[in-house]
C-alpha cells in the first residue's frame, strides 16, 4: 500500500497558487513554490474548496481510450494494450496486462486510488478548521466521506477486502496494516455512505453539478448491498475472509437492504426515466441513444461532466469510431453482445431461424440501434476526402461486395477499405452508444457526461434484490418500466423466479452495455467460466451487387456468424485483480490474493 511518507503538502492549482503566493524572494524562505501546507490551505475557504474539488479527480470516468468493456464480453480492443493478457487469464501479480493499466483502469488500481483516499482523509481531518458556516461544512463532510466510500466500493470490486485505512500517515509512521476481511469493508462503505447521505443535500443548482448527492450516497449503498449479496462472495472458492464471506452471512438480509436502499433512492422523487414512454420503436431508439448525450437529466444521479473550453473533454467518438471516419476502432462491440440483444417481440435472436439470419439487424430491442453502429447504420457527414466515396453517409462493414464485372470490394469501415485500414474493426460493428454524432470526431472532443449512477440501475439493482427475495411481482413492474421505455414488451407473471432471473440479467447486460458493469457482473454471478469460455466473435457479410452505396439492388446477401477475434480463457483467479508485487513488497502484512 503506498502511503505518501514524507511531510504533508497540500498541491494545488497555479492560479491558486498566484493568488495565495507572497511577494517575498528571499532565498530563506524554504516554502515550496509550488505546495502549501494544510495549515495554509484550511486557512484559506477557497484553497479548501479547491481541494475538496480536486478530490473528484479520483472519480475517474469510463471513456478511456480502453474501456472495462474489452477486458469482458461486451467489445474486443483493437489495438492491444494488454487486453489479451486479461482475457486468456495469464497475468500475474508483476505483469498484470491491461488490468493494471493507471491510464485507463485507475479509478480502481490499489496504488492510484489509495492516495485519493489519503486526499479524503486529510479533508475529514481538518474541515473543522476552516471559516465554514456549520451547514457548509456538514455538506463538505458529507462529500468528503461519499468520496470515500466511492473509493473503496472501487477497490473491493477490484481486490476484495482491503486495508481500512481513516487515519493520515507522516513522515516516520508505520503505515504497513493488513487487509481487513471483506465484509469490514462493506461495512465501512455503507457506514460512510449513510453518513453521507444524511450529510448531503438532495440536489444542487447548475453551477453545482457533479457533486454528491443523498440520491448518490444511497444508490452507492445499494450497488455495494447488491455486489455484497452475489454469489461469488457467498460461495467465496478461496476460503479467504478478504474474497468473501466466511462463517454464513445471511444473504437474504444483505439483499433486503440492497433493495431497500434502492427504494430509499426511487423514494427521493426526484429521479425517473428519460423520456419513459415512447411512440414507437424508431422513437425508443432515439431517446435511448440521447440519453447519452445530455449533459443532465432526471435519469442522472451522478455524473462526471466534460468542458472542452478547460481542456477537459474525452475522445470517445475518435477513440471508437468507424476507420472510414479516420477514427481509431477502438472497443468494437462483439458479435456476443449483438446476439444478446432480443427481437422486438421479446423473443430470442437465434441464427437457427432463417428470417433472423437473412436480416439480422431488423426488428431487434430498439436499444439495440442506440447502442451498436452495424453496416447500414445511418451516421454523420463523412470527412471531405472520403465524401465522393460514400455521399449517402452509411456504415460500410461488409466483407465482400461481389461487382458485376467479378471484382470484389470492402466496405470502407473495414480493414480491407481504402480509408486507414489498419484502424478497422475486426468484429464489423462500431460503438454508438455514448458517441455524439453533431461532433467531428476527427478533430474536435466531445463534452457528453460519463454516468456513474443513474435511474436505470438502482431499478434494475432493486428488480435483482426482489428475484433473489422471491418478491417477483415487484421486479416485474420496475424491469417494466425500463421495457416500456425501451419498447419492448413487459414481462408477465408467467415466469417462474429462475425465468424471470435469466430475463432480468439479459435486460441488464443490454440497458448497462458499456457502462463498467458488465465486468464485474459476470464475476459476481460466477458466469465467467462460461462467458470466458466462448470466443470473441465478429460478422461476415457478403452481396452480389453494383454499388456500396445502392443496396436496392443487392442479391444473395449473408450474414455469417465469425470470424473469431479473440480466443478467451478463465481461471478462477481472474475473479479478482492481483496486489501488485511492487505493494507487496512495501507492505509485508499484506495477504495477496487466490492464485498469484
Given at each position: 500500500m503506498r502511503m505518501r511518507r514524507h511531510t504533508r503538502f497540500i498541491a494545488v492549482t497555479a492560479a491558486a497558487l498566484l493568488g495565495a503566493a507572497g511577494c517575498d524572494e528571499s532565498v530563506l524562505d524554504v516554502?515550496?513554490?509550488?505546495?502549501?501546507?494544510?495549515?495554509?490551505?484550511?486557512?484559506?475557504?477557497?484553497?479548501?474548496?479547491?481541494?475538496?474539488?480536486?478530490?473528484?479527480?479520483g472519480l475517474g470516468h469510463g471513456v478511456y481510450e480502453l474501456q472495462l468493456a474489452s477486458i469482458g464480453d461486451e467489445a474486443y480492443f483493437t489495438h492491444g494494450r494488454g487486453t489479451d493478457e486479461v482475457n486468456r487469464s495469464i497475468i500475474t501479480a508483476s505483469s498484470q496486462g491491461a488490468l493494471g493499466d493507471n491510464r485507463y483502469f485507475r479509478h480502481y488500481l490499489w496504488a492510484t486510488v489509495y492516495p485519493r483516499i489519503r486526499e479524503a482523509n486529510i479533508f475529514l481531518e481538518n474541515v473543522d478548521k476552516t471559516s465554514?458556516?456549520?451547514?457548509?461544512?456538514?455538506?463538505?463532510?458529507?462529500?468528503?466521506?461519499?468520496?470515500?466510500?466511492?473509493?473503496y466500493h472501487n477497490l473491493l470490486r477490484y481486490y476484495g477486502g482491503v486495508p481500512l485505512i481513516t487515519q493520515v500517515y507522516g513522515l516516520g509512521e508505520d503505515y504497513k496494516v493488513p487487509r481487513n476481511s471483506f465484509?469490514?469493508?462493506?461495512?465501512?462503505?455503507?457506514?460512510?455512505?449513510?453518513?453521507?447521505?444524511?450529510?448531503?443535500?438532495?440536489?444542487?443548482?447548475?453551477?453545482?453539478?457533479?457533486?454528491?448527492?443523498?440520491?448518490?450516497?444511497?444508490?452507492?449503498?445499494?450497488?455495494?448491498?447488491?455486489?455484497?449479496?452475489?454469489?461469488?462472495?457467498?460461495?467465496?472458492?478461496?476460503?479467504?475472509?478478504?474474497?468473501?464471506?466466511?462463517?454464513?452471512?445471511?444473504r437474504q438480509a444483505l439483499y433486503r437492504a440492497a433493495k431497500n436502499a434502492a427504494r430509499d433512492v426511487m423514494?427521493?422523487?426526484?429521479?425517473?426515466?428519460?423520456?419513459?414512454?415512447?411512440?414507437?420503436?424508431?422513437?425508443?431508439t432515439k431517446n435511448f441513444g440521447d440519453l447519452f448525450l445530455q449533459k443532465n437529466s432526471e435519469e442522472h444521479i451522478l455524473a462526471r461532466y466534460f468542458l472542452v473550453t478547460r481542456n477537459d473533454s474525452t475522445h470517445a467518438g475518435r477513440d471508437n469510431g468507424p476507420n472510414g471516419y479516420h477514427n481509431w476502432a477502438g472497443n468494437t462491440p462483439t458479435q456476443n453482445l449483438v446476439d444478446d440483444f432480443r427481437m422486438i417481440d421479446g423473443s430470442r435472436f437465434s441464427w437457427s431461424n432463417p428470417a433472423h439470419a437473412a436480416d439480422p439487424y431488423e426488428n431487434r430491442d430498439p436499444r439495440f440501434k442506440a447502442t451498436i453502429l452495424h453496416d447500414g447504420s445511418p451516421w454523420r457527414e463523412r470527412p471531405d476526402d472520403v465524401k465522393k466515396l460514400d455521399p449517402i453517409n452509411m456504415i460500410q462493414a461488409f466483407t465482400t461486395l461481389r461487382l458485376p464485372n467479378g471484382s470484389t470490394m470492402a466496405g470502407l469501415d473495414t480493414r480491407k477499405g481504402p480509408v486507414e485500414d489498419w484502424n478497422g474493426s475486426y468484429t464489423g460493428y462500431y460503438l454508438r452508444k455514448g458517441i455524439d454524432p453533431t461532433v467531428n470526431a476527427q478533430f474536435v472532443r466531445q463534452e457528453t457526461p460519463w454516468i456513474f449512477f443513474r435511474y436505470a440501475e438502482i431499478l434494475l439493482n432493486y428488480a435483482e434484490a426482489s428475484i433473489e427475495l422471491g418478491e417477483l411481482a415487484d421486479a416485474r413492474a420496475v424491469l417494466n418500466q425500463i421495457r416500456r421505455r425501451?419498447?419492448?414488451?413487459?414481462?408477465?407473471?408467467?415466469?417462474?423466479?429462475?425465468?424471470?432471473?435469466?430475463?432480468?440479467?439479459?435486460?441488464?447486460?443490454?440497458?448497462?452495455?458499456?457502462?463498467?458493469?458488465?465486468?464485474?457482473?459476470?464475476?459476481?454471478?460466477?458466469?465467467?467460466?462460461?462467458?470466458?469460455?466462448?470466443?470473441?466473435?465478429?460478422i461476415t457479410i457478403t452481396a452480389d451487387g453494383a454499388s456500396a452505396t445502392d443496396r436496392s439492388g443487392?442479391?444473395?446477401?449473408?450474414?455469417?456468424?465469425?470470424?473469431?477475434?479473440?480466443?478467451?480463457?478463465?481461471?478462477?483467479?481472474?475473479?479478482f485483480a492481483p496486489i501488485h508485487r511492487d505493494e507487496i513488497n512495501r507492505n509485508d502484512k499484506l495477504k495477496q490474493n487466490p492464485g498469484y
Open positions: 516554502q515550496p513554490k509550488d505546495q502549501l501546507s494544510d495549515q495554509a490551505v484550511f486557512a484559506d475557504p477557497g484553497l479548501a474548496s479547491a481541494f475538496l474539488a480536486g478530490i473528484y479527480r465554514f458556516p456549520e451547514a457548509t461544512k456538514s455538506r463538505m463532510k458529507g462529500e468528503a466521506l461519499f468520496l470515500r466510500a466511492n473509493f465484509k469490514e469493508t462493506v461495512d465501512f462503505i455503507i457506514k460512510d455512505a449513510d453518513e453521507a447521505a444524511k450529510l448531503l443535500p438532495a440536489s444542487y443548482g447548475a453551477a453545482d453539478l457533479g457533486r454528491a448527492t443523498r440520491g448518490a450516497a444511497l444508490a452507492l449503498k445499494a450497488r455495494t448491498l447488491l455486489h455484497a449479496a452475489s454469489e461469488l462472495y457467498h460461495r467465496n472458492p478461496s476460503g479467504m475472509p478478504e474474497t468473501g464471506y466466511t462463517g454464513g452471512a445471511d423514494n427521493l422523487g426526484i429521479y425517473g426515466l428519460f423520456r419513459p414512454n415512447p411512440a414507437n420503436a424508431a422513437e425508443a425501451a419498447g419492448m414488451p413487459e414481462l408477465g407473471p408467467e415466469l417462474s423466479q429462475a425465468q424471470l432471473r435469466e430475463e432480468y440479467r439479459n435486460e441488464r447486460r443490454v440497458e448497462l452495455a458499456f457502462e463498467n458493469h458488465r465486468f464485474f457482473d459476470i464475476r459476481r454471478w460466477m458466469i465467467a467460466p462460461q462467458v470466458h469460455g466462448t470466443p470473441m466473435q465478429g443487392w442479391r444473395n446477401v449473408r450474414y455469417s456468424p465469425g470470424p473469431n477475434v479473440q480466443a478467451r480463457a478463465w481461471n478462477d483467479k481472474m475473479y
